[in-house]
């Protein structure tokens, strides 16, 4: 199974992944923005503390998002 190796915040609530299969690509959390669970990510110093947790990315209150969604609509 792949892992996430790098997770880089970028603008316009994008970040930049890279996985030990090598595979390198934009996700777009826009779409994912949504309701009081992710609202927090609007916040755009709370946005760039996003932590690569390996299968899934992750900020500090908890929210998270898999690789297999981020793999789904990753932008190579």
Same mark, same amino acid.
């Given at each position: ?10 603008? @316009? ?10 595979? !390198? ?13 992710? !609202?927090? $990510? $609007?916040?755009? @110093? ?5 932590? @690569? ?7 500090? @209150? !908890? ?10 609509? $990753?932008?190579?």
């Amino acid at each position: 199974m792949d892992k996430i190796v790098k997770a880089i915040p970028l603008a @316009n609530y994008q970040v930049r992944i890279s996985t030990r299969l090598g595979v !390198e690509g934009i996700f777009d959390v826009k779409p994912y923005i949504k309701g009081a669970y992710f !609202e927090q $990510l $609007l916040d755009e @110093n709370y946005f760039n503390s996003v932590k @690569n947790c390996g299968s899934s990315i992750a900020w500090p @209150n !908890e929210q998270d998002l898999s690789l297999g969604t981020i793999m789904f609509d $990753l932008k190579y």
